[in-house]
T-cell receptor, first 114, second 113 residues
Framework: AQSVTQLGSHVSVSEGALVLLRCNYS??????LFWYVQYPNQGLQLLLK??????LVKGINGFEAEFKKSETSFHLTKPSAHMSDAAEYFC????????????FGQGTELSVKP | EPEVTQTPSHQVTQMGQEVILRCVPI?????FYWYRQILGQKVEFLVS????????KSEIFDDQFSVERPDGSNFTLKIRSTKLEDSAMYFC???????????FGEGSRLTVL
């Protein structure tokens, strides 16, 4: 069975500081990995995805994530946080061979201080 | 830009009542999903639907739940007899193919009193 663990339910950074949101996965088959963002009172928006191509994936809004098979990790980073980045971030794993449903992590709430 | 739309945005109901949550997926999408998020918890998969039938469902999706695509555009989730623990945000999602990006609606918040 596949699963995702996000370390830290709440991360707080200062504006301009590095953002690092941690995600570790468990999968018996090569995984497809995703990061979604949820702004208050809104749905889930795809930030980026890894589908077995390049291990460093660039997404929207300056975010990127690196797939590290040896560490079973897919951490999300952004060099310089902006106030507008404050939101809930979800890491998810999917096995397309089983119909493509997503298994989500618990979520990490990112706060950005001025 | 095409989007998944959900109605209602918020529904309050009494325990034991039937609720229908409606979704209009993106028009050329073929795979449809319902997820739910209980307040403060993770987003959980409920059910996937393809080719007019359920392709997979979770343990949460018991006999109280059903899904339907009645007219080729709407995709509905029915909860036959709501319980307090059904209170959650319910998200509809759709995609073109098995490997495609999953697009989510903005959710329907269900409150069961």
């Amino acid at each position: 069975a596949q699963s995702v663990t996000q370390l830290g339910s709440h991360v707080s950074v200062s504006e301009g500081a590095l953002v690092l949101l941690r995600c570790n996965y468990s999968s018996s088959v090569p995984p497809y990995l995703f990061w979604y963002v949820q702004y208050p009172n809104q749905g889930l928006q795809l930030l980026l995805k890894y589908t077995s191509a390049a291990t460093l994936v660039k997404g929207i809004n300056g975010f990127e994530a690196e797939f590290k098979k040896s560490e079973t990790s897919f951490h999300l980073t952004k060099p310089s946080a902006h106030m507008s980045d404050a939101a809930e971030y979800f890491c998810a794993v999917s096995d397309f061979n089983q119909g493509g449903k997503l298994i989500f992590g618990q979520g990490t709430e990112l706060s950005v201080k001025p | 830009e095409p989007e998944v739309t959900q109605t209602p945005s918020h529904q309050v109901t009494q325990m034991g009542q039937e609720v229908i949550l409606r979704c209009v997926p993106i028009s050329n999408h073929l795979y449809f999903y319902w997820y739910r998020q209980i307040l403060g918890q993770k987003v959980e998969f409920l059910v996937s639907f393809y080719n007019n039938e359920i392709s997979e469902k979770s343990e949460i999706f018991d006999d109280q739940f059903s899904v339907e695509r009645p007219d080729g555009s709407n995709f509905t989730l029915k909860i036959r007899s709501t319980k307090l623990e059904d209170s959650a945000m319910y998200f509809c999602a759709s995609k073109t193919g098995r490997g495609g990006e999953l697009f989510f609606g903005e959710g329907s918040r269900l409150t069961v009193l």
